[in-house]
């Protein structure tokens, strides 16, 4: 029992149980009669007995006394936690010599003081230490039964008393006040007096700071309300203010905007600022000062403080207001430009900006190549590195149709218009600010390279016999030393996106759409040129192409090849080498997802219409899907040296001729004077 006890963890409840167990024990053994009687004789013996008289050992019977005595001049001590050995069981009986016939109820009487002390709560504490003791009763009753039922090595002789004792133990330790702990007696009677005494001691701070002690109210701190802004704004009606903007407060952008206006020219308010004429003005003789923007740059001082625009989306903003003001004159007062502001700029994004600017009409979702010649038009003559094309007319306008065909060529597709989102999600404002940063045109690559547009129109107007800006089939076969199939020539002109739509010509290809079939052709990586060779090869417009479809194209292919005598393959041993490249889901048709995502659609493409590529992959080792340039811009960079080599060529034919004709001149002028 001791050693269980041992093991036990420091509960409070445990270890109040265990007390009281262990004082029921050491009650329930000196109650017996036999036990009584027995250290009555003893004591009585020793006050009469000499020195070298043998002491009486304890009853050994287990039904009397569990314990063995066994001759030592040392009281055998326990202490909860400790081992024992079986020398441990026996006990002196010399060592008691010096006790009273009172011991025993001294000593009880000691114990229970102790324990009341221990267990005991004092009385300021409220209802939680009544319940307290309340539980404390009903477990020591529920263990002292289980305990009297295990205990078979205990007699109990009186069963009646035992039980008259027990309830009154549990009175006197309810009701009596606390009293102050007694000093530990050191020699105690037997082994359970001893063990009671030592776990008494050694758990007093442990009662007291768990039973006595009240909880801690836990307080609650209440936490600081977070405001969540809105994220989300039904039917794109945006509150809040733009990112583009320094300060989300429109204070600030007021504020802003009226300390600018102070610093401009200004005039009496009695005088008209556009016309300079006085204005007659009988009610109020006194004037103020009315202040007002006269000239771009003003304009834009404004702007760059309130947004980090790019430069030409400023001058397109410019004349924005100009025309939605209805002003004939460079003259915007204050009040006009903050209406103006805060109506058609204020907490809008770029893209929409210039989507705002550009469209015809306030309800049209869309812009279209007409749309954006104003954009055009504005870089031209406001852009440092066109400087050139002021005095050409003829090569601005191709210009201009040049970089808004490359425009929708980057952003819409194969759509032929273009909405905000297409503007947004292809980055088309960061590439108007590059135009601030680098002034040298031919840079932009994307868009505005000059040296691009100088080899696009090249190459249409080698084809282009008559010049009328349009080529039909037989001029369009001429292309890359007549290469293409003539199923996928006709197939280009009938897939025209802008020849219909602008001049309603049939059966010809305008320049526009010569611009998009070359940046196709040339550049077979871009998803623009997958999606236009797709639709196609495509003849059904079924959305796949078909095994039917490919062998149709390849036959042509294959007859060019016959005819140089090249032996080439035939379309079932390409099937499986195609196949192997683009891996579609479904091995009889190939989806537009499955060439995108393959990256082999060029090779593709190249095998069903274009000879001269063909021939080229095959002639290569490997193919190389990654490269630093774009086919496209490796391709520009070719050809413009190219004709750069070229035209320096004439002008030295040129320059001999001359020298020649010089010469000749000079012959005949000298044969004259002879």
Known sequence: MFNSFQERQPNTDNIISAKLKLNEFFLTYLSQTETTQYIHDLLNGLNNSTPNSTPTKLPTSPSTSPYKAHPSDEPVVFSLGEPTTPNDNIQEIDSLQNLQPDFTKSLNKEIVNNEEQKIRIEEPQHQ???????????????????????????????????????????????????????????????????????????????????????????????????????????????????????????????????????????????????????????????????????????????????????????????????????????????????????????????????????????????????????????????????????????????????????????????????????????????????????????????????????????????????????????????????????????????????????????????????????LSEEDKTSETSIEFWFSCVDIDSDGFLSLYEMDTFYKEQKQRLDYLNLDPPVFKDLLCQILDMVKPDAIEKITLLDLKSSKMAGYLFNILFNINKFLQQESKESITCDQPMSDWNRFALQEYERALAEESLSYQEDDEDDDEEDDDDEDDRRMHIE
């Not at 758990?203 to 700071?209: A, D, M, Q």
């Not at 600081?224 to 733009?242: E, G, L, V």
């Not at 989306?313 to 003259?331: A, E, K, S």
Request: hydrophobic share 30%; with cysteine; aromatic share 12%.
């Open 128 to 518: 939680a230490e009544l319940l307290t003791q309340e539980k404390i009763e009903q477990n020591f009753v529920d263990e002292t039964n289980k305990q009297t039922n295990e205990q078979d090595n205990v007699k109990v002789v009186e069963p009646k008393e035992q039980e008259k004792r027990q309830e009154q133990k549990i009175e006197s330790v309810v009701m009596e006040q606390p009293q102050q702990p007694k000093p530990k007696v050191e020699t105690i009677e037997n082994e359970q007096d001893k063990i009671m005494v030592d776990t008494i001691n050694t758990t007093n701070n442990t009662v007291n700071s768990n039973e006595c002690t009240p909880p801690p109210q836990k307080i609650e701190q209440q936490q600081p309300t977070i405001k969540i802004p809105q994220f989300y704004f039904p039917n794109n009606k945006k509150i809040t203010t733009s990112p583009n903007v320094n300060n989300d407060s429109f204070e600030f952008g007021l504020s802003t905007i009226k300390h600018n206006f102070e610093l401009f020219k200004g005039q009496p308010e009695s005088v008209d600022p556009i016309t300079n004429n006085v204005i007659n003005n009988n009610t109020n003789n006194c004037t103020t000062t009315t202040h007002y923007i006269t000239s771009f740059d003003e304009f834009e001082t404004i702007i760059k403080e309130l947004y980090t625009f790019p430069r030409i989306l400023n001058r397109l903003l410019f004349i924005y207001t100009l025309r939605t003001l209805r002003l004939n004159d460079i003259c915007i007062t204050e009040d006009k430009f903050v209406e103006f502001w805060k109506n058609h700029i204020y907490g809008k994004e770029p893209e929409e900006l210039l989507f705002n600017i550009l469209r015809k009409s306030e309800d049209s979702k869309y812009l279209y190549y007409e749309d954006f010649f104003l954009f055009s038009k504005t870089l031209i003559d406001f852009h440092p590195g066109l400087e050139f094309l002021s005095n050409t007319p003829e090569f601005q306008d191709r210009y201009q149709e040049t970089i808004i065909i490359r425009i929708f060529y980057g952003t819409c597709r194969n759509k032929g218009r273009i909405t905000v989102k297409d503007l947004k999600s292809n980055n088309f404002i960061r590439s108007l600010s590059l135009l601030d940063a680098e002034p040298d045109i031919n840079k932009h690559l994307e868009y505005f390279s000059y040296e691009h547009f100088y080899v696009i129109y090249c190459k249409f107007w080698e084809l282009d016999i008559d010049h009328d800006l349009f080529i039909d089939a037989n001029d369009l076969a001429k292309y890359g030393s007549c290469s293409l199939t003539p199923l996928i020539i006709d197939r280009i002109i009938i897939n025209a996106i802008f020849t219909k739509t602008l001049f309603g010509v049939k059966n010809k290809l305008s320049y526009q759409d010569f611009v998009w079939f070359i």
